[in-house]
């Protein structure tokens, strides 16, 4: 029996509709940008794998970190015990953020990341006896897919099945210079019940790659501060180069209580999260009273060999070549938009950083159920190229290792499926 039918037999495969999928593909190997399938054909992978990966596939040095680490230590349970490589990690990833990042929290992926730091918050209040619930988000946020992550991010076709179980939360727009000071003054009114307020800065990935502007997101952070709320970055897309610069809230002063970071932190060869918090949030749980502890915990908390591939990633990430690379895929990026943008069939389009979209347009309302959607994703397999549109919105987002001619196939590609499709 093929791979392909072996699979269909026992798998259940996440964001699929099962019954009208494309069979899946089977993948033998990872070099650089490029994966492979069972009869050598090579895929570029512009999506950096689901937005994980930034120094490429099976990366030697990672592999070497990972395989060294292996044979010293796999696992160790992480209440009342510690590690070389968590502790390593947390220093030098503090010494990237902002100044007020304190702790570092370790748990398992994006979502649960962004379940600490809810709990953070929720807590924080309560341990100090004061009755603040309500959260603040983006419409159209993406936070993960636990409970409490969907619960913060926009009802929408992924949230419909729960949305009577999700708690309440309130969902302002994103900021403009129009609608800035109605945004503020909703926060005022909210404020004596307002724990935090969550946000994807500058880009909300899963929402369609909407951006929206630094100078905006500064003076809802700099209100929140005033009112104290609260801010939790959720810089789990954002982080690690994605935006142009380290992490999204390089662009602003105004500095978050709490941070959430997964994909690239491994490179994206392991599933670690992590939650940062300045000395503020901490002390709130610190106490003779037991009741006040963080009760939050997962069974491989800090795994070493996920903090070995993050260290090994940090070591790539902060070389001067990484940065160059950022640079220069930034620049290319906006040549390309240049390009395309007056094209008739571009409704939109837009750049952040290594992050590029444009919307396709359809005649119709954008939207994930766009029939395009299947299309767009077929018609660049077959070149050799993976694409993941979120309905008509097509973006690239490449591992940092890819090169001009790698990128320009790309936007050639891009240019013939505008003329053909
Ligand atoms: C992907 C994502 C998450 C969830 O991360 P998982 O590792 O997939 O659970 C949370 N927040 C943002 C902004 C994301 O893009």
């Not at 390593?88 to 600490?116: C, H, M, W």
């Not at 969907?150 to 969902?171: C, I, K, N």
Request: glycine share 6%; aromatic share 10%; hydrophobic share 40%.
């Amino acid at each position: 029996m093929s791979l392909v039918d072996r699979d269909l037999k026992v798998i259940w495969h996440p964001y699929t509709q099962m019954q009208t999928a494309l069979p899946p593909m089977p993948i033998v190997r990872g070099e650089g940008v490029c994966l492979f399938d069972e009869n050598g054909k090579k895929y570029i992978d512009a999506v950096s794998s689901w937005w994980v990966n930034i120094h490429g596939h099976a990366h030697p040095y990672i592999a070497q970190k990972v395989s060294e680490q292996l044979n010293k230590l796999e696992h160790v349970i992480f209440a009342g015990f510690t590690h070389e490589g968590a502790v390593e990690l947390a220093e030098r990833l503090l010494k990237l953020l902002p100044i007020n990042q304190k702790k570092v929290f370790y748990s398992d992926n994006g979502s649960t990341a962004v379940e600490v730091a809810i709990k953070m918050c929720l807590q924080y209040w309560h341990n100090k006896g004061e009755g603040r619930t309500k959260i603040l988000a983006f419409k159209n946020a993406y936070h993960g897919d636990t409970f409490g992550a969907m619960a913060v991010s926009g009802r929408s076709a992924f949230t419909a099945a729960f949305d009577s179980l999700l708690f309440e939360v309130e969902f302002i727009d994103l900021p403009t210079e129009e609608n800035i000071e109605s945004l503020k003054s909703q926060i005022s009114n909210l404020k004596s019940n307002l724990a935090c307020f969550i946000f994807e800065p500058l880009v909300q990935g899963a929402g369609g790659m909407l951006m929206y502007e630094a100078v905006y997101l500064n003076e809802l952070m700099a209100h929140c501060r005033k009112e104290a709320v609260l801010m939790i970055d959720d810089e789990v897309f954002t982080g690690f180069g994605r935006t142009g610069k380290s992490f999204a809230c390089d662009y602003v002063a105004e500095q978050p209580d709490i941070m959430c970071f997964s994909k690239g932190l491994t490179g994206g060869t392991m599933a670690l999260g992590i939650t940062t918090c300045s000395q503020q949030i901490y002390n709130a749980f610190l106490s003779d009273d037991r009741l006040k502890t963080l009760f939050h915990g997962h069974s491989f908390t800090a795994n070493p060999i996920a903090c070995a591939a993050a260290l090994a990633s940090m070591d790539l990430f902060t070389e001067p070549s990484t940065r160059e690379n950022i640079q220069r895929i930034e620049g290319l990026h906006s040549q390309f938009l240049e390009k395309i943008r007056h094209h008739p069939k571009v409704k939109t389009v837009r750049q952040t950083g290594t992050i590029l979209a444009m919307e396709w347009e359809t005649g119709n309302d954008t939207s994930y159920f766009n029939s395009l959607r299947d299309i767009l994703y077929r018609y660049f397999l077959d070149a050799g190229i993976i694409l993941r549109p979120l309905g008509n919105v097509i973006y690239i987002l490449p591992p940092y290792c890819i090169t001009d001619v790698e990128l320009n196939y790309i936007y050639n590609k891009i240019e013939q499926a505008l003329e053909e499709i």
